[in-house]
């Protein structure tokens, strides 16, 4: 019962370089979801996807690309990373529309970046 | 004015008391308000949710929702120092479609 998934778990990256975090989940779920988390600012949205195929703009985009691969899978990519994109980065999935049961969190991805 | 806010505490109980925790929200048609915990670390786990006005319990949980007054809030009877942690207020947002979160509370439970 693995829920959701993030891979890596763990990053450090140069200033420029890209990377994609990946994110699969086995629940079904319609829509999915890219946070980031600094201290003191809480969970910010980067970017959701209310249905495969679909996604829209959150809190925070700039610098940022999605894809949803298909229902299960969602992919955040950094094409030129920088030191203010060093975070903790959640995945989340939920069922879409008022009355959802809520999100469910993968492990988090922390990234540095130098 | 941020879409969901809470005050970042820290909120300091002692063991076996009552912790209260508040949030309020800026979009009036919002129907869906969840509350996570987080430890240190550690990924968000989701702990309440409720869609009514009045009151939600669970356990040692009680979910209170005020839709006119856009306030929810988390009391936590018999608060235990395993309660120590950042409480998450969650909201959907007016399409239903995404979380906003708020900055969260710290609770600290001494024994």
């Known amino acids: 019962n693995a829920g959701v998934t993030q891979t890596p778990k763990f990053q450090v990256l140069k200033t420029g370089q890209s990377m994609t975090l990946q994110c699969a989940q086995d629940m079904n779920h319609n829509s999915m979801y890219w946070y980031r988390q600094d201290p003191g600012m809480g969970l910010r949205l980067i970017y959701y996807s209310a249905s495969e195929g679909t996604t829209d703009k959150g809190e925070v985009p700039n610098g940022y690309n999605v894809s949803r691969l298909n229902k299960r899978e969602f992919s955040l990519r950094l094409e030129s990373a920088a030191p203010s994109q060093t975070s903790v980065y959640f995945c989340?999935?939920?069922?879409?529309?008022?009355?959802?049961?809520?999100?469910?969190f993968g492990q988090g991805t922390r990234l540095t970046v130098v | 004015q941020k879409e969901v806010e809470q005050n970042s505490g820290p909120l300091s109980v002692p063991e076996g008391a009552i912790a209260s925790l508040n949030c309020t929200y800026s979009d009036r048609v919002s129907q869906s308000f969840f509350w996570y915990r987080q430890y240190s670390g550690k990924s968000p786990e989701l702990i309440m949710s409720i869609y009514s006005n009045g009151d939600k319990e669970d356990g040692r949980f009680t979910a209170q929702l005020n839709k006119a007054s856009q306030y929810v809030s988390l009391l936590i009877r018999d608060s235990q120092p395993s309660d120590s942690a950042t409480y998450l207020c969650?909201?959907?947002?007016?399409?239903?479609?995404?979380?906003?979160f708020g900055k969260g509370t710290t609770l600290s439970v001494s024994s």
């Open positions: 989340a999935s939920s069922e879409v529309g008022t009355g959802g049961a809520g999100a469910f």
């Open positions: 969650a909201v959907h947002n007016q399409a239903g479609t995404a979380l906003i």
